[in-house]
């Protein structure tokens, strides 16, 4: 069975940084695309970014380029987003979610974990 769990969220000052950790069972990194998301409340779920199998990264949203990273450790079979720079606007619940591919569209993808609550505010 997959199950995909996410952790790292908190509050934090703006200008801080968070390390959210999705650690994922019952698939191998190796095999699956694994994506970040987040969803403000009152907004639509947003694609962030993805890393492939191979480990070949596509960032999606423009907001957080140059501020967040995408990484993945198969030997643990967990994915990162580091999260440097933080704002008030990046308040979310941060999910991951999985696919043999990597896609923007938060409906292609089949399993998501229960998300992280990330809260940035003075």
């Known amino acids: 069975q997959v199950q995909l769990v996410e952790s790292g969220g908190g509050s934090v000052q703006p200008g801080g940084s968070l390390r959210l950790s999705c650690a994922a069972s019952g698939l191998v990194l190796d095999d699956y695309a694994i994506g970040w998301f987040r969803q403000a409340p009152g907004k639509e779920r947003e694609a962030i970014s993805c890393?492939?199998?191979?480990?070949?990264?596509?960032d999606f949203a423009d907001s957080v380029k140059g501020r967040f990273t995408i990484s993945k450790d198969d030997t643990k079979n967990t994915v990162y987003l580091q999260m440097n720079g933080l704002r008030p606007e990046d308040t979310a619940v941060y999910y991951c979610?999985?696919?043999?591919?990597?896609?923007?569209?938060?409906?292609?993808?089949?399993?998501w974990g229960q998300g992280t609550q990330v809260t940035v505010s003075p």
């Open positions: 979610a999985y696919h043999a591919y990597c896609f923007e569209e938060p409906a292609m993808y089949g399993y």
């Open positions: 890393i492939s199998s191979s480990g070949t990264i596509t």
